[in-house]
């Protein structure tokens, strides 16, 4: 019942179209199938010429347009799309099977919405596309809101820039810092986002067995228990403090030292993680029932990191780039369900506050010496 819910909720109202573009046809019906199903209109494309024929015709609300096609391929389609003025306010999600990030990022640039990458998770892609069906429509009424203030007094131009710069910043800072957090720095002049080099704790967490799990289930029993699995560790990161830099599927990284300095940055991420542990635990319990196989993995290191906004004008992230958060990943690949393992270099900052075991010299992927790990016990 939850899962027909959650997807009942990304249902449209009849209003949008939606134009498919894929040079493979059984791949268009599929996705026209699934978006009529919630009350999308469609128009399929089975090429990239196609595809910016119908646009010109039938002027549609979104474009979904995948990225490999024979004729125009998908990053052309969307460079034409956006050299042409009379379609600024269409939506484009591209598709995709590679994950080839210079690819994205190509796409990305040229004006790309968002993506989704092959083979679709449904509450994923209908998620999707209503973010940026409602992103445009945004833009679109603070377009008309601007005219009309234009025409009353273009003096109220700058103030009105200010305020949108306002609430952009709000929202950036309240989707990546706990309420604290962001409250402080939308209250102080400046920006948290400059790039500098500051000493943070990483941590990654992973869900062991997911790739199995994701392989026998169905998508709605996939999401479902991702957002179940975010739901329990969510409210604990920004308890603690931490930065939400991204999520990976079926696991995230945080960190915590940057923007906002804490002294204790290694104790505080270790207290987390084990917090995490014991309350993920108590779903696992369910997990394991039910026949999922799923525990969680985390791994922690501290070290120098450069922080700063990374991205492009329409999606920027903040993140702390540097081998110490490559040392976290590595830790966390090697975590077992259950497991927290620790950098030596965390475990010298926590004083003894932990009890520890070593695990010994362990050899991580682009690392040239072995690590010494340990794991809370």
Same mark, same amino acid.
């Given at each position: 019942?939850?899962? %027909?819910? %959650?997807?009942?909720?990304?249902?449209?109202?009849?209003?949008?179209?939606?134009?498919?573009?894929?040079? +493979?046809?059984?791949?268009?019906?599929? %996705?026209?199938?699934?978006?009529? #199903?919630?009350?999308?209109? /469609?128009?399929?494309?089975?090429?990239?010429?196609?595809?910016?024929?119908?646009?010109?015709?039938?002027?549609?609300?979104? !474009?979904?347009?995948?990225?490999?096609?024979?004729?125009?391929?998908?990053?052309?389609?969307?460079?034409?799309?956006?050299?042409?003025?009379?379609?600024?306010?269409?939506?484009?999600? +591209?598709? /995709?099977?590679?994950?080839?990030?210079?690819?994205?990022?190509?796409?990305?640039?040229?004006?790309?919405?968002?993506?989704?990458?092959?083979?679709? #998770?449904?509450? *994923?892609?209908?998620?999707?596309?209503?973010?940026?069906?409602?992103?445009?429509?945004?833009?679109?009424?603070?377009?008309?809101?601007?005219?009309?203030?234009?025409?009353?007094?273009?003096?109220?131009?700058?103030?009105?820039?200010?305020?949108?710069?306002?609430?952009?910043?709000?929202? @950036?800072?309240? @989707?990546?810092?706990?309420? &604290?957090?962001?409250?402080? =720095?939308?209250?102080?002049?400046?920006?948290?986002?400059?790039?500098?080099?500051n000493e943070v704790t990483v941590v990654f967490l992973d869900l062991r067995g997911f790739t199995a799990f994701a392989e026998k289930h169905s998508p709605e029993v996939v999401m479902s228990t991702l957002s179940e699995?975010?739901?329990?560790?969510?409210?604990?990161?920004?308890?603690?403090?931490? /930065?939400?830099?991204? =999520?990976?599927?079926?696991?995230?990284?945080?960190?915590?030292?940057?923007?906002?300095?804490?002294? @204790? #940055?290694?104790?505080?991420?270790?207290?987390?993680?084990?917090?995490?542990?014991?309350?993920?635990?108590?779903? !696992?319990?369910?997990?394991?029932?039910?026949?999922?196989?799923?525990?969680? $993995?985390?791994?922690?290191?501290?070290?120098?990191?450069?922080? $700063?906004?990374?991205? =492009? *004008?329409?999606?920027?992230?903040?993140?702390?780039?540097?081998?110490?958060?490559?040392?976290?990943?590595?830790?966390?690949?090697?975590?077992?369900?259950?497991?927290?393992?620790?950098?030596?270099?965390?475990?010298? &900052?926590?004083?003894?506050?932990?009890?520890?075991?070593?695990?010994?010299?362990?050899?991580?992927?682009?690392?040239?010496?072995?690590? &010494?790990?340990?794991?809370?016990?």
């Open positions: 019942m939850t899962d %027909l819910s %959650l997807q009942t909720g990304f249902d449209d109202s009849g209003s949008h179209t939606v134009l498919v573009a894929d040079d +493979l046809e059984d791949n268009v019906m599929i %996705l026209q199938t699934f978006l009529m #199903h919630h009350n999308y209109k /469609t128009i399929p494309a089975y090429s990239g010429t196609e595809a910016l024929q119908l646009i010109e015709k039938h002027r549609p609300n979104l !474009v979904l347009v995948d990225l490999n096609m024979p004729d125009l391929n998908g990053l052309d389609v969307i460079k034409k799309i956006r050299s042409n003025d009379q379609f600024a306010n269409l939506g484009i999600i +591209l598709l /995709t099977a590679s994950g080839d990030v210079d690819r994205l990022l190509q796409s990305f640039m040229a004006g790309a919405d968002d993506y989704i990458q092959k083979p679709y #998770h449904h509450i *994923e892609m209908l998620a999707r596309i209503q973010s940026v069906l409602k992103m445009r429509e945004a833009q679109m009424k603070l377009l008309e809101v601007n005219k009309r203030l234009d025409e009353f007094n273009r003096d109220l131009e700058d103030t009105v820039a200010k305020q949108v710069d306002e609430l952009e910043k709000a929202n @950036r800072l309240r @989707r990546y810092f706990s309420p &604290q957090v962001a409250e402080k =720095f939308i209250n102080e002049e400046g920006t948290p986002f400059a790039n500098k080099r699995f975010h739901s329990v560790v969510g409210p604990i990161i920004f308890e603690f403090d931490a /930065t939400l830099e991204r =999520f990976t599927g079926d696991g995230l990284m945080c960190f915590l030292g940057a923007p906002s300095p804490e002294a @204790r #940055h290694a104790s505080k991420a270790v207290d987390m993680a084990v917090t995490m542990q014991q309350n993920v635990a108590k779903i !696992v319990d369910r997990w394991q029932e039910a026949g999922y196989g799923l525990a969680l $993995g985390i791994g922690i290191s501290t070290g120098m990191a450069s922080t $700063g906004t990374i991205g =492009f *004008e329409k999606r920027l992230d903040y993140a702390a780039i540097g081998s110490v958060t490559n040392l976290a990943a590595r830790l966390c690949s090697k975590a077992e369900g259950g497991e927290i393992l620790l950098s030596e270099y965390t475990k010298e &900052q926590l004083g003894g506050a932990q009890k520890l075991k070593s695990k010994g010299g362990i050899s991580l992927k682009g690392f040239s010496k072995q690590i &010494q790990v340990y794991s809370i016990v």
